[in-house]
């Protein structure tokens, strides 16, 4: 059974920096594609960022391109999201999800990801 454990999350000053980690079990993951999604709340959930788990395709959301950085370390089985220059509307509990099959495709919907981590929440004050 996949299973997705998001940590790093916590609250932090408009500026300033976290590492989201996500630790994937439950079987491997060579064609899969990672991906991280976010939601405010009373928003819907959108799409962040994603990479090929083989590492590669990165493709990120306009709102946090240039400031946000996902990598994976296949070894480690875990995906992570560099999150600098923070803002407050970077506020909302953060997703990591598995797209099977979908290493080489860009894929920004959520009904295009099968297994879902439980969140983290970030919080950056003004």
């Known amino acids: 059974q996949v299973q997705l454990v998001e940590t790093g999350g916590g609250v932090v000053q408009a500026g300033g920096s976290l590492k989201l980690s996500c630790a994937a079990s439950g079987r491997t993951f060579t064609r899969d594609a990672m991906g991280w999604f976010r939601q405010a709340p009373g928003k819907e959930r959108e799409f962040v960022a994603r990479?090929?788990?083989?590492?590669?395709?990165?493709y990120y959301a306009n709102a946090v391109k240039g400031r946000f950085t996902i990598s994976n370390d296949s070894t480690k089985n875990t995906v992570y999201l560099q999150m600098n220059s923070l803002k407050p509307e970077d506020t909302a509990v953060y997703y990591c999800?598995?797209?099977?099959?979908?290493?080489?495709?860009?894929?920004?919907?959520?009904?295009?990801?099968?297994?879902w981590g439980q969140g983290t929440q970030v919080t950056v004050s003004s």
């Open positions: 999800a598995v797209a099977s099959y979908g290493e080489l495709l860009i894929r920004t919907l959520p009904s295009n990801y099968d297994y």
């Open positions: 990479i090929g788990w083989s590492g590669g395709r990165e």
